[in-house]
Structures are given as C-alpha cells and as structure tokens.
C-alpha cells in the first residue's frame, strides 16, 4: 500500500515536499517513482528511485528543480519540489514496481501498485 501526503498550494516559485508511505514489503528492492497528471493531459513520470542502490531518474521537464530521495529506516519516499511553475499544478502519485522496469517506468507509465494521489496546485 501507498500512501501519499504533502500536497497542498503554493505560489509559483515556492517548494513543498511530497512523502509516500510504503507499508511493509518483503521485496527491499523496488522502483519506487513519482507520476502526475494534469487535468486534460496525461499522466506523465516526474522521478524515480531504486530503493536498493539509490540510483535515480528525473523527467528533463522538472531537473534541477525536483528531488527524489528515500529514508529506508521510514519506509518512505520523497518529492521535494523547489521553484514550483504553473505547470507542475497536477496530482501527484506515488507508484512501485519491480527494479529493474525502473530504466523505463517513466516513459512507459505503468506501474504495479499506485497511491491515492495527492493534489498540487501553483498559482
């Protein structure tokens, strides 16, 4: 199970950081990544991570603006969203699959598990 949290409004320029809860697994390795969808548009992958090596992906749309980190101890996977624009306004999920589809997660947009969403809103 996923749970997201975090989401929220902000003007454009700001920050917020999303959090997803992964409920206990017995698989320590996993694709552990961040997709939003925008009213209208697709659904889109934002960022992923390997919960085993830490490896990670970021869409180009949001480099050098988002970061995707994890506390293991917490089992919990982070979005931290700096200068915010108009067009990230979305909502964001939290989504899990095997390691190795990590490589093309984000462009396939498939995943095994997904959260609930949490909604993002820039003005």
């Known amino acids: 199970q996923l749970v997201e949290s975090g989401g929220g409004s902000v003007q454009a320029g700001g920050s917020l950081r999303l959090s997803c809860r992964v409920s206990?697994?017995?698989?320590?390795?996993?694709?552990m990544a961040w997709f939003r969808q925008a009213p209208g548009k697709e659904r889109e992958g934002v960022a992923n991570i390997i919960s085993g090596s830490g490896t990670t992906r970021l869409d180009g749309s949001v480099e050098g603006r988002f970061t995707i980190s994890q506390d293991n101890d917490k089992n919990t996977v982070y979005l931290q969203m700096n200068s915010l624009k108009l067009e990230d306004s979305a909502i964001y999920y939290c989504?899990?699959?095997?390691?190795?589809?990590?490589?093309?997660?984000?462009?396939?947009?498939?995943?095994?598990?997904w959260g609930q969403g949490t909604q993002v809103t820039v003005s």
């Open positions: 206990a697994s017995t698989d320590s390795n996993r694709c």
């Open positions: 989504a899990s699959d095997l390691a190795w589809k990590c490589a093309s997660m984000l462009v396939s947009g498939t995943a095994q598990y």
